[in-house]
């Protein structure tokens, strides 16, 4: 009976690692395409940064409204929270992965 019991519990064991393995794997493959994204939303902050400067010199020489420049504003500090929440996302993936992999080696 215990030779049997001692049998399930490594088969509990080698599930649970190729479980963890397989996530381990996901997080790394979907961070990869998370790199993209960043640099995606890197390029989108840069660009939104741009038109935003561009429309204060608008504004200033009367040629925009107020509310041109406030929008402009508005969308570069929405493509700045959608990058910081990406960094943030691809920090808390490489700390699972970190965490996944000592699992693994336990």
């Given at each position: 009976l215990s030779k049997y019991w001692l049998q399930n519990i490594q088969l509990d064991i080698n599930t649970k690692q190729i479980q963890l393995s397989a996530k381990a794997a996901y997080i790394q493959s979907n961070s990869i395409a998370l790199l993209g994204q960043i640099s995606d939303a890197q390029n989108l902050k840069?660009?939104?940064?741009?038109?935003?400067?561009?429309?204060?010199?608008?504004?200033?020489?009367?040629?925009?409204?107020?509310?041109?420049?406030?929008?402009?504003?508005?969308?570069?500090?929405?493509?700045?929270?959608?990058?910081?929440?990406?960094?943030?996302?691809?920090?808390?993936?490489?700390?699972?992965?970190?965490?996944?992999?000592?699992?693994?080696?336990?």
């Open positions: 840069q660009l939104n940064d741009q038109l935003f400067e561009a429309e204060q010199i608008k504004f200033e020489h009367g040629e925009s409204s107020l509310f041109l420049l406030n929008t402009r504003e508005i969308r570069a500090l929405e493509a700045e929270i959608k990058l910081m929440n990406l960094k943030l996302k691809a920090i808390k993936w490489a700390l699972e992965y970190k965490y996944l992999n000592a699992s693994i080696l336990d």
